[in-house]
């Protein structure tokens, strides 16, 4: 049996293919798409996109001549259902079966459903995919007041869109602060202070009990007994969970997320995965991590189709990710939970700043805020172990590259 089938036609599964053919794998692929759009930009959704300044057509990752000139047929608005790993073969919603000799499983993520009641009432939307995003785009042209559930990076892009939008916006947080599992307390509260300077009404530590709704529609949201806020579109971001059930269902081993090693081989070493949908045991977060990020999805992916092609080469990358709200940049690299110590570079009052998190001694992570210079020193001193000391690091005139130098000096010596 030969030939790649690959589930997800998104990032980790559109650069598998590109990195597995560049070398040199020269067997069929198919990549299966259960969207009808031709690969596209997930980001700029709750950017670019909703603010009107991007169209669906500029989204697109790869034209279908790109994929003629490769030989991968692309099959779009086609769903697999089940894997059945006996007969290497994967079964599809059209009723079609796809034989396969290797398999990629890039099924990424899906946005998690609010469980409250009036969760079901029109006017409640979630921002995962392109059809998300054409019907909150629409539907935003129409509201006046919206309510974001959830201070998460979704919840936070949205907010910054619909609020540059003229629109009234209430964010509620359970927690008592924002992006709490992402970014430290100071990153946190100069977010905060940023959304409200916009006009948005960021409430922290408040719980959504229900919605209420009027003729099936949405008119405000209920979080207790004194507090209920009026809404005519309530867009939820609390959270994405792993698209693994067909890998489950195959009795794959997974855990939160497809369990891969670090070419993305699964627990079937005929079986990949990789993207928002695996779980690895991720060097920099010392312990299993499942991230989702497009550099991770593509790193992962690229490791994948060259583990695929017969070419392995581990996955070792720095976790990376980026949100941008208003004009500012937030990027991050590296895992700071857990970090125990810290120091600023740059200015938090001017909103262009880096914090480095030091765990232990040692330098984890780098948040940014406008300062994408920082980033790409931080990336190098992380991938190569390096620690700057505090002191060094709130030095403006310090240059990270001379701790490069000394490094490659001793690892020469
Ligand atoms: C609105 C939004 C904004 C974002 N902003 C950022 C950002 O600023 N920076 C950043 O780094 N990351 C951002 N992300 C996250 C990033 O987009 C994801 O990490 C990335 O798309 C993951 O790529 P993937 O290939 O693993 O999966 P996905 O992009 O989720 O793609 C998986 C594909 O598989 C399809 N699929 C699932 N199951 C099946 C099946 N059974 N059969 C066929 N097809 C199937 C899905 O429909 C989907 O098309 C954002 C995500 C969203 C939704």
Redesign the pocket.
């Known amino acids: 049996m030969s030939g790649l089938v690959v589930?997800?036609?998104?990032?980790?599964?559109i650069q598998a293919v590109l990195s597995a053919r560049d070398a040199g794998y020269c067997e069929t692929i198919s990549v299966?798409?259960?969207?009808t759009w031709l690969p596209y930009q997930?980001?700029p959704?709750?950017k670019e996109f909703l603010l009107g300044r991007q169209n669906e057509a500029a989204l697109t990752l790869r034209n279908s001549a790109f994929f003629t000139s490769r030989k991968i047929d692309l099959l779009l608005g086609?769903?697999?259902?089940e894997i059945d790993r006996d007969a290497q073969r994967v079964l599809l919603s059209d009723r079609a079966t796809l034989t396969f000799g290797k398999l990629l499983i890039?099924?990424?993520?899906c946005a998690r459903r609010l469980s409250a009641p009036g969760a079901d009432l029109d006017g409640v939307c979630y921002?995962?995919?392109m059809d998300d995003?054409i019907e909150l785009r629409s539907r935003l042209q129409e509201a006046a007041e919206i309510v974001i559930v959830g201070g998460g990076?979704?919840g936070l892009?949205v907010a910054a869109s619909a609020s540059q939008l003229g629109k009234r916006v209430t964010l509620i947080e359970s927690g008592p602060r924002l992006l709490m599992r992402a970014v430290s307390p100071i990153v946190s509260e100069f977010l905060l202070a940023m959304h409200r300077k916009h006009g948005v009404d960021v409430r922290l530590g408040e719980n959504l009990v229900s919605i209420e709704g009027r003729n099936g529609k949405v008119v405000s949201v209920n979080c207790g007994q004194t507090c209920r806020i009026g809404a005519d579109l309530v867009v939820v971001g609390i959270g994405g969970l792993a698209?693994s059930r067909?890998a489950e269902a195959a009795q794959l081993l997974c855990r939160d997320g497809i369990v891969v090693d670090d070419c993305a081989q699964t627990s079937d070493p005929r079986i990949y995965a990789?993207?928002?949908?695996t779980i690895h045991d991720n060097v920099f977060a010392e312990g299993w991590l499942r991230l989702?990020?497009?550099?991770?999805?593509q790193d992962q992916?690229k490791a994948a189709g060259l583990a695929i092609a017969g070419r392995s080469s581990p996955y070792v990358s720095v976790p990376r990710?980026?949100?941008?709200q208003y004009a500012s940049k937030l990027q991050i690299a590296g895992i700071s939970a857990g970090f125990d110590a810290h120091a600023v570079r740059g200015s938090i009052e001017e909103g262009k700043f880096s914090l480095f998190y030091y765990k232990g001694g040692r330098l984890v992570a780098v948040d940014s805020l406008d300062r994408s210079g920082d980033q790409m020193a931080a990336r190098k001193l992380l991938a190569g172990r390096l620690t700057p000391s505090p002191e060094q690091v709130a030095d403006p005139s310090f240059d990270f590259r001379s701790l490069m130098g000394l490094a490659s000096e001793t690892n020469a010596s």
């Open positions: 589930i997800g036609a998104s990032y980790a599964g299966i798409s259960d969207e997930r980001p959704l709750s086609i769903r697999a259902t890039a099924t990424g993520s921002l995962r995919s995003a990076f979704i892009e698209n067909i990789a993207g928002d949908c989702e990020s497009v550099q991770h999805a992916g990710f980026w949100s941008d």
